[in-house]
């Protein structure tokens, strides 16, 4: 769409997330003369507020839209080359704008973590998207780019040392500071709020494969409850994620056509240490998840001050394992809060990267990295905090 007012309009700019989003585009792209965004919502003056709160110049654009309102969904995306939606729960809230998207050919990035709706817009758009010219890419957040681009990471690493892509790779958590987002948690909510519903849909959220129509793979580990794991030297905990991000790395698997192979096996798991005490960390994290999505769940628009986002960080553990026991281990880090501070940049970059530095990747629905692979490795190693590194 070369006539596009706009190479990025930030949809949801006056929510929690949305402001921090419009924050990071304002202050590390002032000088860029060739980005040209708007933020978007459904009030002009709180749109205006926020422009003055995050220092954005005055003139700066502002976009009246509303999820209920199709016709000025369309209005915005017909004026802009991408979207960022930052307005959750999509399956509330996204219906709307992704078929707005889907139908102009606007490319459209969010961070969603909900794999029913996940589904039911790659069954119902997928073919309209790779027609229309549109690159939908979903969970562009800490659900789910460090775990997807570690996998991806580690896996080059394991075919330089062995030769070959490893068949069974770990991602574990080994240390977290911040708060889940209360978008993350009213998703988590409204997706098992829909399973009640519904229970034909629990079949789908149990899938593994969920989210890789067509395609099937093998067995996969639960990970729903506390183990001890001998190469690690330490006990394992579920991890609330790994619900949407084990999905999204088979997918990415998928769509690179399968460089993993299609036996490969993948969990998510947080490592809470050796011995009685690491045992009793492992059960204190199971307690905590179900805590995550009760009556005391942050709420949408609720999040860490901005000392509390600056002092967050993650530190993810990648280990790809050869049939003969042999490992390769690799490391993600974060250096903000993953749910807000960490998660605004991320998508910041996902949509710039797409803009400038793979302009080529073919339309359809996509995840962040099977697109943007070693390109958004660099980009966020280069502006998001991030790094990437082999561990022996």
């Not at 078929?99 to 069954?123: H, K, N, Q």
């Not at 609720?302 to 600056?310: A, F, L, Q, W």
Request: net charge negative; aromatic share 8%.
């Amino acid at each position: 769409m070369p006539s596009s007012k706009f190479d990025i309009v930030v949809y949801g700019a006056t929510g929690f997330t949305g402001q921090l989003v419009a924050e990071y585009l304002a202050e590390h792209y002032k000088g860029d003369t060739n980005l040209k965004w708007a933020m978007a919502g459904r009030s002009k003056d709180k749109l205006a507020s926020v422009r003055d709160a995050i220092g954005a110049p005055s003139d700066a654009p502002l976009i009246v839209a509303d999820a209920s309102d199709p016709a000025s969904l369309k209005a915005m995306v017909d004026q802009t080359k991408s979207v960022i939606s930052t307005v959750g729960p999509y399956q509330f809230y996204g219906n709307e704008l992704l078929a707005a998207c889907v139908a102009s050919g606007t490319d459209y990035f969010d961070l969603c973590g909900e794999p029913l709706w996940m589904r039911e817009m790659i069954d119902k758009h997928e073919a309209a998207a790779k027609a229309s010219g549109a690159r939908i890419v979903f969970s562009c957040g800490f659900d789910s780019v460090p775990f997807e681009l570690g996998a991806f990471f580690v896996q080059e690493e394991a075919k330089r040392v062995f030769g070959t892509p490893a068949l069974r790779v770990k991602g574990r958590v080994r240390d977290m500071r911040g708060t889940l987002s209360g978008g993350t948690a009213a998703s988590a909510k409204a997706t098992f709020d829909a399973v009640a519903k519904d229970l034909s849909l629990v079949a789908i959220l149990k899938d593994p494969f969920a989210l890789t129509p067509g395609s099937k793979g093998p067995k996969q580990p639960p990970g729903s409850k506390p183990a001890y794991e001998e190469d690690l030297q330490s006990w394992a905990a579920p991890f609330m994620m790994a619900l949407i991000n084990t999905r999204n790395i088979h997918r990415s698997n998928m769509l690179m056509d399968f460089p993993y192979g299609k036996e490969f096996v993948y969990d998510e798991m947080v490592l809470t240490g050796d011995g009685e005490r690491g045992e009793a960390n492992a059960k204190l994290v199971m307690a905590a998840n179900t805590e995550k999505t009760g009556p005391n769940a942050p709420k949408p628009g609720e999040g860490p001050s901005k000392e509390e986002r600056e002092n967050g960080l993650y530190d993810l553990l990648y280990v790809a394992i050869a049939p003969d026991g042999r490992q390769v281990r690799a490391a993600v880090k974060g250096d903000r809060d993953p749910g807000y501070g960490s998660t605004s940049k991320m998508i910041s970059e996902c949509a710039i990267c797409l803009l400038r530095d793979t302009p080529d990747v073919p339309a359809g629905i996509w995840t962040p990295g099977a697109a943007m692979q070693h390109k958004l490795i660099k980009r966020l190693v280069d502006h998001a905090g991030l790094t990437f590194t082999v561990e022996k």
